[in-house]
């Protein structure tokens, strides 16, 4: 049974930074892409980054492009998140998710989700 737990949220002041990780329960050929997105209240639920299992990136948010950095231990299972100038906006909870498809410009079909971190950032 595959399983994804989040690390890292926290609170921040704008400009800040913080880093998320994303401890996967096993390793395997399933987690052909994984990913993070986030959600906002009254928001939908949004694409942030994703990454392959070579460790090439293969997306990126336009709201989140030069600040926000995806990479992958896969030694570890673990898939990280830096998160730089942070902004209020950037305020949601964040979830990894595994197991999906990955292009440029769209990711989607994830079927393995984490439980989520809080990121908060104060102005």
């Known amino acids: 049974q595959v399983q994804l737990v989040e690390s890292g949220g926290g609170s921040v002041q704008a400009g800040g930074a913080l880093i998320l990780a994303c401890a996967a329960s096993?390793?395997?050929?399933?987690?052909?892409?994984m990913g993070w997105f986030r959600q906002a209240p009254g928001k939908e639920r949004e694409g942030v980054a994703a990454?392959?299992?070579?460790?090439?990136?293969?997306y990126y948010a336009d709201f989140v492009k030069g600040r926000f950095t995806i990479s992958r231990d896969n030694a570890k299972n673990t898939v990280y998140l830096q998160m730089n100038s942070l902004k209020p906006e950037d305020t949601a909870m964040y979830y990894c998710?595994?197991?999906?498809?990955?292009?440029?410009?769209?990711?989607?079909?994830?079927?393995?989700w984490g439980q989520g971190t809080q990121v908060t950032v104060s102005s």
């Open positions: 998710a595994a197991r999906g498809i990955c292009t440029p410009s769209k990711i989607w079909g994830f079927l393995t």
């Open positions: 096993g390793y395997t050929s399933t987690y052909t892409c």
């Open positions: 990454i392959y299992e070579s460790g090439q990136s293969s």
